[in-house]
């Protein structure tokens, strides 16, 4: 891979099936992170490391039974909210962005920077805009309402490279909500 390109979508899309936030360990630098497993429909996971603490616990929130994120006690917002508590609690009022919003696609890799990249299409007075965004963020809205979600097969084996070279094959998982 050249250092400072951009690997795009070129191939085949895979769909995202289910998101579930986990926590990992790595032990040679004494690392614990909020992660983003993305189970696809081929039975493979597209693992998101890096994730804000607070898109992790949003989407936690999503995929459990309640409409709210409960911050009470919380010492890492100090009982404040985020503005993904915000939009969970109006997300029925926001017909605008909800009927707008097609899909999201995980379509790129910079490798200079080391970051992944997510288009979101969005369909605006018959028009179609593609949006990028940080992938976490674009999961987060296209769970939010509902929306479908897509990993090129390009960025899965990216992803499968990168995870065996940070982690190698003692990676530690938790699921999120039990940390």
Do not use: W
Request: proline share 4%; charged share 25%.
């Amino acid at each position: 891979m050249k250092r400072n390109s951009t690997i795009k979508q070129r191939g085949r899309l895979l769909k995202v099936v289910d998101v579930e936030p986990i926590t990992t360990y790595n032990p040679s630098i004494d690392l614990e992170m909020p992660a983003l497993n993305c189970y696809l429909e081929n039975g493979e996971t597209f693992t998101l490391y890096n994730v804000p603490f607070d898109i992790a616990k949003a989407i936690t929130a999503l995929r459990s039974s309640y409409a709210e994120i409960d911050v009470e006690g919380d010492d890492s917002f100090d009982g404040r909210g985020t503005i993904y508590d915000v939009m969970i609690m109006f997300s029925p009022r926001l017909t605008e962005l909800h009927n707008s919003i097609k899909r999201v696609v995980i379509d790129s890799y910079d490798v200079g920077k080391g970051v992944y990249s997510a288009s979101l299409y969005l369909e605006v007075d018959n028009l179609t805009v593609k949006k990028t965004l940080i992938p976490s963020h674009a999961l987060f809205l296209a769970m939010l309402f509902k929306k479908p979600v897509f990993v090129t097969e390009e960025v899965l084996e990216i992803s499968k490279e990168l995870g065996d070279e940070f982690f190698g094959e003692s990676d530690d998982e938790t699921t999120f909500k039990d940390v």
